[in-house]
């Protein structure tokens, strides 16, 4: 199994709104990656998880929590987002923090209103 | 930090090859990849190099010259299914799990 799922495939909120975006990998992968893609973009890197720990947050607004339950899952909670916030938001995966291998999941397209 | 520098857009036609480059500017550099994006779709992972020379995977060969801080992505037998966004990314040794990505490279393959 080499795939990394996410939910939901969309979602649009309001400002005011919270919502979490959820990301599963059962590949054994200990490395967990967050980032963001707007569109004709590369992605941005937003948060790294290393064994269950946070290890990299790039100067991410709070308005953005990222949350690791375990190793398989990675969500990423969300709260009084602004529009320009709305973007594709991918998950990836890797065997560890310095594997360059990355598996993406199919992302959560993002639209807060 | 890192940067790195790739053409936005590159055209070919079906069985041509094609050479998309990446020179690259970073404080520490663990090796370089590379990425496919269909629309709509997620990246999906080409290939890595972090030795000089060549790695060949089918019709898609990636090469890196550290000396010269430079890659490129050469793809044959072009097909219509290649037409995708390509991106370079770097890994920042200080920085274990940053990956920074290119601007990418818009690939049209046309008949």
């Known amino acids: 199994d080499t795939e990394v799922t996410q939910t939901p495939k969309h979602l649009v909120m309001g400002m005011t709104n919270k919502k979490s975006l959820k990301c599963e990998q059962h590949?054994?992968?200990?490395?967990m990656y967050w980032y963001k893609q707007k569109a004709k973009k590369p992605p941005e890197l937003m948060f790294v998880y290393s064994y269950e720990k946070l290890s990299i947050n790039e100067s991410v607004p709070s308005r953005f929590s990222p949350e690791c339950p375990n190793s398989s899952l990675l969500n990423l909670h969300l709260h009084a987002l602004q529009p320009e916030d709305s973007a594709l938001y991918l998950c990836a995966s890797s065997q560890d923090d310095r594997v360059e291998e990355q598996y993406f999941g199919p992302g959560t397209r993002l639209t807060v209103t | 930090g890192q940067s790195l520098e790739q053409p936005s857009e590159v055209t070919a036609v079906e069985g041509a090859i094609v050479q998309i480059n990446c020179t690259y500017q970073t404080s520490g550099f663990y090796g370089l990849s590379w990425y496919q994006q269909h629309d709509g779709g997620a990246p999906t992972f080409l290939s890595y190099n972090a030795l000089d020379g060549l790695e060949e995977t089918g019709r898609f060969s990636s090469f890196l010259s550290r000396s010269d801080s430079y890659g490129y992505l050469l793809l044959q037998e072009l097909q219509m299914k290649d037409s995708a966004s390509y991106f370079c990314?770097?890994?920042?040794?200080?920085?274990?799990?940053?990956?920074?990505f290119g601007d990418g490279t818009t690939l049209t393959v046309k008949p």
């Open positions: 590949m054994g992968h200990r490395a």
């Open positions: 990314a770097v890994r920042d040794r200080a920085n274990a799990g940053k990956s920074t």
